[in-house]
Protein backbone atom coordinates (compact mmCIF):
# COMPACT_ATOMS: atom_id res chain seq x y z
CA UNK A 1 0.00 0.00 0.00
CA UNK A 2 1.43 3.75 -0.57
CA UNK A 3 -1.43 5.53 1.11
CA UNK A 4 -2.97 5.37 4.00
CA UNK A 5 -5.39 7.36 7.18
CA UNK A 6 -4.34 7.59 10.71
CA UNK A 7 -6.50 9.30 13.41
CA UNK A 8 -4.93 10.36 15.92
CA UNK A 9 -6.59 11.41 19.39
CA UNK A 10 -4.49 14.28 20.26
CA UNK A 11 -1.22 15.76 18.06
CA UNK A 12 1.30 13.12 18.59
CA UNK A 13 4.00 16.06 19.01
CA UNK A 14 6.30 16.70 21.09
CA UNK A 15 6.19 12.74 21.81
CA UNK A 16 6.12 12.81 25.94
CA UNK A 17 3.82 10.70 26.73
CA UNK A 18 2.71 6.81 25.85
CA UNK A 19 0.05 7.09 23.74
CA UNK A 20 1.49 9.97 21.68
CA UNK A 21 5.06 8.46 21.48
CA UNK A 22 3.46 5.16 19.65
CA UNK A 23 1.52 7.44 16.92
CA UNK A 24 4.64 9.92 16.43
CA UNK A 25 7.27 6.86 15.98
CA UNK A 26 4.54 4.86 13.81
CA UNK A 27 4.12 7.63 11.76
CA UNK A 28 7.76 7.89 11.29
CA UNK A 29 8.04 4.45 10.28
CA UNK A 30 5.47 4.50 7.83
CA UNK A 31 7.36 7.61 6.21
CA UNK A 32 10.68 5.78 6.17
CA UNK A 33 8.93 2.69 4.81
CA UNK A 34 7.48 4.85 1.79
CA UNK A 35 3.80 4.84 3.08
CA UNK A 36 2.34 8.41 2.42
CA UNK A 37 0.11 8.92 5.54
CA UNK A 38 -2.52 11.21 6.17
CA UNK A 39 -2.76 12.35 9.51
CA UNK A 40 -6.28 13.43 10.86
CA UNK A 41 -5.19 14.64 14.87
CA UNK A 42 -7.93 16.15 17.36
CA UNK A 43 -6.48 19.38 19.34
CA UNK A 44 -6.43 20.24 22.57
CA UNK A 45 -3.66 21.65 24.92
CA UNK A 46 -1.07 21.15 21.68
CA UNK A 47 -0.18 23.40 19.61
CA UNK A 48 0.41 22.57 15.56
CA UNK A 49 3.61 21.00 14.96
CA UNK A 50 5.73 21.22 11.63
CA UNK A 51 7.42 17.97 11.73
CA UNK A 52 4.41 16.15 11.31
CA UNK A 53 3.67 18.13 8.14
CA UNK A 54 7.63 16.84 6.54
CA UNK A 55 6.47 13.72 8.02
CA UNK A 56 2.69 13.44 6.49
CA UNK A 57 0.99 14.12 3.29
CA UNK A 58 -1.12 15.84 4.82
CA UNK A 59 -2.22 16.78 8.44
CA UNK A 60 -5.91 18.06 9.15
CA UNK A 61 -6.43 19.63 12.46
CA UNK A 62 -9.48 19.36 14.70
CA UNK A 63 -10.92 20.68 17.49
CA UNK A 64 -11.59 18.67 20.68
CA UNK A 65 -15.32 19.36 21.88
CA UNK A 66 -15.02 19.63 25.49
CA UNK A 67 -18.48 19.63 26.99
CA UNK A 68 -18.72 21.33 30.56
CA UNK A 69 -21.55 18.19 31.42
CA UNK A 70 -19.46 14.67 30.83
CA UNK A 71 -22.35 12.72 31.74
CA UNK A 72 -24.46 13.99 28.78
CA UNK A 73 -23.86 11.41 26.08
CA UNK A 74 -25.06 7.81 26.24
CA UNK A 75 -20.86 7.41 24.50
CA UNK A 76 -18.04 7.97 26.25
CA UNK A 77 -16.96 11.38 26.74
CA UNK A 78 -13.46 10.76 25.11
CA UNK A 79 -15.43 9.18 21.65
CA UNK A 80 -18.13 11.55 21.60
CA UNK A 81 -16.08 14.58 22.06
CA UNK A 82 -13.71 13.60 19.23
CA UNK A 83 -16.94 13.21 17.02
CA UNK A 84 -16.58 15.26 13.62
CA UNK A 85 -17.98 15.88 10.56
CA UNK A 86 -15.56 17.42 8.83
CA UNK A 87 -13.25 14.48 9.62
CA UNK A 88 -15.89 11.70 8.13
CA UNK A 89 -15.67 14.28 5.00
CA UNK A 90 -12.64 14.19 4.33
CA UNK A 91 -11.75 10.46 5.00
CA UNK A 92 -14.81 9.81 2.26
CA UNK A 93 -11.91 11.95 -0.25
CA UNK A 94 -10.09 8.66 -1.36
CA UNK A 95 -10.88 4.63 -0.43
CA UNK A 96 -7.34 4.26 1.53
CA UNK A 97 -6.83 1.90 4.35
CA UNK A 98 -7.74 3.92 7.95
CA UNK A 99 -6.23 3.29 10.67
CA UNK A 100 -8.36 4.60 14.14
CA UNK A 101 -6.13 5.30 17.37
CA UNK A 102 -7.61 4.30 20.30
CA UNK A 103 -11.14 3.56 20.83
CA UNK A 104 -10.95 7.46 21.49
CA UNK A 105 -11.29 8.19 17.39
CA UNK A 106 -13.83 5.11 16.92
CA UNK A 107 -17.08 7.46 16.47
CA UNK A 108 -16.94 6.62 12.52
CA UNK A 109 -15.93 3.30 12.46
CA UNK A 110 -19.39 1.83 11.83
CA UNK A 111 -20.32 4.66 9.38
CA UNK A 112 -22.10 3.07 6.46
CA UNK A 113 -20.00 5.64 4.15
CA UNK A 114 -16.73 3.53 5.06
CA UNK A 115 -18.40 -0.08 4.93
CA UNK A 116 -16.12 -1.17 1.87
CA UNK A 117 -12.82 0.85 3.94
CA UNK A 118 -10.41 -1.47 5.73
CA UNK A 119 -10.57 -0.06 9.05
CA UNK A 120 -7.56 -0.65 11.48
CA UNK A 121 -8.24 -0.10 15.47
CA UNK A 122 -4.78 0.39 17.20
CA UNK A 123 -5.96 -0.63 21.03
CA UNK A 124 -3.67 1.22 23.24
CA UNK A 125 -4.99 -0.31 25.91
CA UNK A 126 -8.60 -2.21 27.41
CA UNK A 127 -10.01 1.40 28.37
CA UNK A 128 -13.11 0.56 30.26
CA UNK A 129 -10.94 -2.02 32.69
CA UNK A 130 -8.10 1.25 32.64
CA UNK A 131 -10.77 3.66 33.73
CA UNK A 132 -12.03 1.19 36.12
CA UNK A 133 -8.54 0.65 37.75
CA UNK A 134 -8.44 4.38 37.63
CA UNK A 135 -11.34 5.02 39.48
CA UNK A 136 -10.52 2.98 41.87
CA UNK A 137 -7.05 5.29 43.18
CA UNK A 138 -9.15 8.44 42.47
CA UNK A 139 -10.03 10.50 45.77
CA UNK A 140 -11.83 13.05 43.94
CA UNK A 141 -15.27 12.47 44.44
CA UNK A 142 -16.10 13.72 40.87
CA UNK A 143 -13.47 12.08 39.29
CA UNK A 144 -13.83 9.04 41.05
CA UNK A 145 -17.55 9.22 39.46
CA UNK A 146 -16.75 9.76 36.60
CA UNK A 147 -14.09 7.23 35.49
CA UNK A 148 -16.75 4.43 36.52
CA UNK A 149 -19.06 6.24 34.66
CA UNK A 150 -16.53 6.60 31.53
CA UNK A 151 -15.59 2.62 32.37
CA UNK A 152 -19.20 1.49 32.59
CA UNK A 153 -19.92 3.65 28.95
CA UNK A 154 -16.63 2.43 26.93
CA UNK A 155 -17.08 -1.28 28.13
CA UNK A 156 -20.49 -0.69 26.15
CA UNK A 157 -18.75 1.04 23.13
CA UNK A 158 -16.13 -1.44 22.82
CA UNK A 159 -18.49 -3.64 20.97
CA UNK A 160 -18.33 -1.21 17.78
CA UNK A 161 -14.75 -2.12 17.16
CA UNK A 162 -16.30 -5.12 15.56
CA UNK A 163 -16.31 -3.33 12.59
CA UNK A 164 -13.20 -2.81 12.46
CA UNK A 165 -11.01 -5.33 10.09
CA UNK A 166 -8.15 -5.56 11.98
CA UNK A 167 -7.17 -4.97 15.44
CA UNK A 168 -3.65 -4.40 16.36
CA UNK A 169 -3.30 -4.94 20.54
CA UNK A 170 -0.35 -3.47 22.01
CA UNK A 171 0.70 -5.80 24.43
CA UNK A 172 0.08 -9.28 24.53
CA UNK A 173 -2.26 -9.55 27.57
CA UNK A 174 -4.47 -7.25 25.77
CA UNK A 175 -4.61 -9.91 22.87
CA UNK A 176 -5.50 -12.04 24.81
CA UNK A 177 -8.59 -10.16 26.64
CA UNK A 178 -9.40 -8.96 22.73
CA UNK A 179 -9.39 -12.39 21.25
CA UNK A 180 -12.36 -13.93 23.47
CA UNK A 181 -14.99 -11.31 21.90
CA UNK A 182 -13.52 -10.48 18.36
CA UNK A 183 -11.55 -11.93 15.30
CA UNK A 184 -8.55 -10.94 13.63
CA UNK A 185 -6.58 -9.72 16.89
CA UNK A 186 -2.95 -9.44 16.49
CA UNK A 187 0.22 -8.06 18.49
CA UNK A 188 1.26 -5.22 17.07
CA UNK A 189 4.35 -4.04 19.82
CA UNK A 190 4.42 -0.35 20.48
CA UNK A 191 6.63 2.27 18.33
CA UNK A 192 9.16 4.19 20.19
CA UNK A 193 11.82 6.87 20.24
CA UNK A 194 14.96 4.29 20.75
CA UNK A 195 17.74 3.10 18.31
CA UNK A 196 20.59 2.23 20.49
CA UNK A 197 20.41 0.19 23.51
CA UNK A 198 22.47 0.92 26.96
CA UNK A 199 22.81 2.83 29.90
CA UNK A 200 25.33 5.71 30.54
CA UNK A 201 29.33 4.86 30.15
CA UNK A 202 29.62 6.37 33.61
CA UNK A 203 26.27 5.90 35.98
CA UNK A 204 25.73 7.80 39.07
CA UNK A 205 24.08 6.53 42.65
CA UNK A 206 20.61 6.86 42.51
CA UNK A 207 17.31 5.14 41.83
CA UNK A 208 14.71 6.70 39.59
CA UNK A 209 10.54 6.52 39.21
CA UNK A 210 9.45 8.59 36.13
CA UNK A 211 6.18 9.20 34.81
CA UNK A 212 3.45 11.56 34.27
CA UNK A 213 2.34 12.71 37.62
CA UNK A 214 -0.54 14.35 37.13
CA UNK A 215 -1.66 10.77 36.28
CA UNK A 216 -3.51 8.61 39.13
CA UNK A 217 -2.00 5.69 38.43
CA UNK A 218 2.22 7.47 38.51
CA UNK A 219 1.17 9.50 41.46
CA UNK A 220 0.13 6.36 43.51
CA UNK A 221 3.22 4.63 42.54
CA UNK A 222 5.36 7.34 43.37
CA UNK A 223 3.84 7.80 46.66
CA UNK A 224 4.27 4.06 47.03
CA UNK A 225 8.11 4.47 46.57
CA UNK A 226 8.62 7.45 49.01
CA UNK A 227 6.04 5.99 51.83
CA UNK A 228 6.84 2.06 51.69
CA UNK A 229 10.39 1.48 50.37
CA UNK A 230 12.46 3.94 50.19
CA UNK A 231 11.10 5.38 53.51
CA UNK A 232 14.16 3.49 55.81
CA UNK A 233 16.53 2.87 52.49
CA UNK A 234 19.81 4.89 52.97
CA UNK A 235 19.83 5.12 48.95
CA UNK A 236 18.87 8.96 46.86
CA UNK A 237 15.60 8.09 45.40
CA UNK A 238 14.43 11.19 42.13
CA UNK A 239 10.98 11.28 41.17
CA UNK A 240 11.10 12.74 37.93
CA UNK A 241 7.77 13.92 36.32
CA UNK A 242 5.16 16.91 35.63
CA UNK A 243 2.14 18.08 37.15
CA UNK A 244 2.56 16.09 40.88
CA UNK A 245 0.63 16.30 43.50
CA UNK A 246 0.47 18.51 47.10
CA UNK A 247 0.54 15.02 48.63
CA UNK A 248 3.73 13.48 46.86
CA UNK A 249 5.41 16.74 47.30
CA UNK A 250 4.83 16.95 50.79
CA UNK A 251 5.32 13.26 51.06
CA UNK A 252 9.41 14.23 49.68
CA UNK A 253 10.12 16.61 51.56
CA UNK A 254 9.58 14.84 54.89
CA UNK A 255 12.24 11.65 53.46
CA UNK A 256 16.14 13.39 53.03
CA UNK A 257 16.82 11.24 50.86
CA UNK A 258 14.19 11.51 48.06
CA UNK A 259 13.90 14.70 45.49
CA UNK A 260 11.30 15.39 43.19
CA UNK A 261 12.15 16.66 39.80
CA UNK A 262 9.03 18.58 38.27
CA UNK A 263 9.00 21.09 34.76
CA UNK A 264 11.22 19.00 33.20
CA UNK A 265 12.16 18.09 29.56
CA UNK A 266 11.82 14.89 27.68
CA UNK A 267 15.45 14.97 27.43
CA UNK A 268 15.90 15.51 30.67
CA UNK A 269 14.33 12.71 31.51
CA UNK A 270 16.22 10.54 29.56
CA UNK A 271 19.51 11.63 30.64
CA UNK A 272 18.44 11.00 34.14
CA UNK A 273 17.21 7.16 32.79
CA UNK A 274 20.67 6.77 30.74
CA UNK A 275 22.91 7.87 34.24
CA UNK A 276 20.44 6.55 37.04
CA UNK A 277 22.00 3.15 38.73
CA UNK A 278 18.62 1.94 39.11
CA UNK A 279 15.92 2.70 37.34
CA UNK A 280 12.42 1.79 39.79
CA UNK A 281 8.90 1.36 37.84
CA UNK A 282 6.20 0.03 40.15
CA UNK A 283 2.38 0.11 38.44
CA UNK A 284 -0.63 -0.75 39.86
CA UNK A 285 -2.49 -0.64 36.43
CA UNK A 286 -1.55 -4.00 34.78
CA UNK A 287 -3.28 -2.92 31.45
CA UNK A 288 -1.63 -2.04 28.32
CA UNK A 289 2.32 -1.90 27.77
CA UNK A 290 4.34 1.02 29.69
CA UNK A 291 6.54 2.87 26.96
CA UNK A 292 8.20 4.13 29.71
CA UNK A 293 9.11 0.43 30.93
CA UNK A 294 10.48 0.20 27.07
CA UNK A 295 12.47 3.77 27.41
CA UNK A 296 14.22 2.19 30.47
CA UNK A 297 15.26 -0.73 28.80
CA UNK A 298 16.53 0.69 26.25
CA UNK A 299 18.65 3.38 27.53
CA UNK A 300 19.37 2.43 31.32
CA UNK A 301 20.83 -0.59 33.21
CA UNK A 302 19.09 -2.17 36.28
CA UNK A 303 15.56 -1.63 36.22
CA UNK A 304 13.04 -3.07 38.99
CA UNK A 305 9.43 -3.54 38.50
CA UNK A 306 5.98 -5.40 40.05
CA UNK A 307 4.64 -8.50 38.38
CA UNK A 308 2.21 -5.85 37.01
CA UNK A 309 4.15 -3.87 34.65
CA UNK A 310 6.11 -6.36 32.96
CA UNK A 311 3.01 -9.99 33.02
CA UNK A 312 3.06 -11.31 29.40
CA UNK A 313 4.80 -8.33 27.86
CA UNK A 314 7.93 -10.68 26.84
CA UNK A 315 10.24 -8.64 28.87
CA UNK A 316 9.97 -10.34 32.07
CA UNK A 317 13.94 -11.89 31.82
CA UNK A 318 15.05 -8.33 31.20
CA UNK A 319 13.52 -6.84 34.27
CA UNK A 320 14.42 -8.10 38.20
CA UNK A 321 10.72 -8.78 39.63
CA UNK A 322 9.74 -7.46 43.64
CA UNK A 323 6.20 -7.77 44.46
CA UNK A 324 6.07 -6.17 47.44
CA UNK A 325 7.60 -3.38 49.11
CA UNK A 326 10.09 -5.68 51.29
CA UNK A 327 10.97 -7.44 48.02
CA UNK A 328 12.01 -4.12 45.86
CA UNK A 329 14.17 -3.16 49.14
CA UNK A 330 16.26 -6.25 48.99
CA UNK A 331 16.21 -5.37 44.90
CA UNK A 332 17.35 -2.06 45.55
CA UNK A 333 20.36 -3.40 48.26
CA UNK A 334 21.75 -6.10 46.06
CA UNK A 335 21.52 -3.55 42.37
CA UNK A 336 23.57 -0.74 44.30
CA UNK A 337 26.37 -3.01 45.24
CA UNK A 338 26.82 -4.45 41.61
CA UNK A 339 27.45 -3.20 38.12
CA UNK A 340 24.68 -4.22 35.15
CA UNK A 341 26.90 -6.17 33.45
CA UNK A 342 27.80 -6.92 29.56
CA UNK A 343 26.01 -10.37 29.77
CA UNK A 344 22.65 -8.86 30.80
CA UNK A 345 23.41 -5.80 28.10
CA UNK A 346 23.78 -8.41 25.28
CA UNK A 347 20.74 -10.09 26.34
CA UNK A 348 18.63 -6.98 26.00
CA UNK A 349 19.99 -5.97 23.00
CA UNK A 350 18.97 -9.18 21.36
CA UNK A 351 15.61 -9.40 22.56
CA UNK A 352 14.87 -5.58 21.46
CA UNK A 353 16.38 -5.47 18.25
CA UNK A 354 13.78 -8.40 17.48
CA UNK A 355 10.76 -7.63 19.23
CA UNK A 356 10.92 -3.47 19.24
CA UNK A 357 12.21 -2.83 16.31
CA UNK A 358 10.16 0.13 14.69
CA UNK A 359 11.13 -0.82 10.79
CA UNK A 360 9.94 -4.30 11.62
CA UNK A 361 7.20 -3.49 13.24
CA UNK A 362 5.44 -1.36 10.76
CA UNK A 363 6.19 -4.01 7.63
CA UNK A 364 3.91 -5.75 10.02
CA UNK A 365 1.03 -3.50 9.81
CA UNK A 366 1.68 -3.12 6.59
CA UNK A 367 1.35 -6.62 5.74
CA UNK A 368 -1.74 -7.01 7.83
CA UNK A 369 -3.51 -4.15 6.27
CA UNK A 370 -2.44 -5.74 2.68
CA UNK A 371 -4.59 -9.09 3.37
CA UNK A 372 -7.50 -7.34 3.69
CA UNK A 373 -7.04 -4.15 1.25
CA UNK A 374 -6.63 -6.70 -1.87
CA UNK A 375 -10.14 -8.17 -1.01
CA UNK A 376 -11.44 -4.75 -0.70
CA UNK A 377 -10.79 -3.27 -3.92
Do not use: W
Not at 83 to 102: M, Q, T, V, W, Y
Not at 180 to 201: D, T
Not at 247 to 267: F, I, M
Not at 285 to 312: A, P, W
Amino acid sequence: MKELHLISFNVPYPADYGGVIDVFYKIKALKKAGVKVHLHTFQYGREEADILSSLCEEVYYYKRKLYKDPFFSKLPYIVATRANDELLSNLLKDRHPIIFEGIHCCYFIDNPQLENRVKLVRMHNIEHIYYKNLAKIERNFFKKYFFYKESERLKKFQKQIRFADLIAAISPDDEKILKLKFENVFFLPPFHANEHIGPAKKVEEYALYHGNLGVGENNEAALYLVKEVFNDLDYPLIIAGNNPSKELREAVEQQPNSKLVDHTSTDKIDELISKAKINILPTFQGTGMKLKLINVLFKGGHCIVNRKMVHNTGLESLCIQANNAYAMKHAVEACRNKDFSQAELEHRIAYLNQAFNNQVNAQLLLAQIAQFESVSV
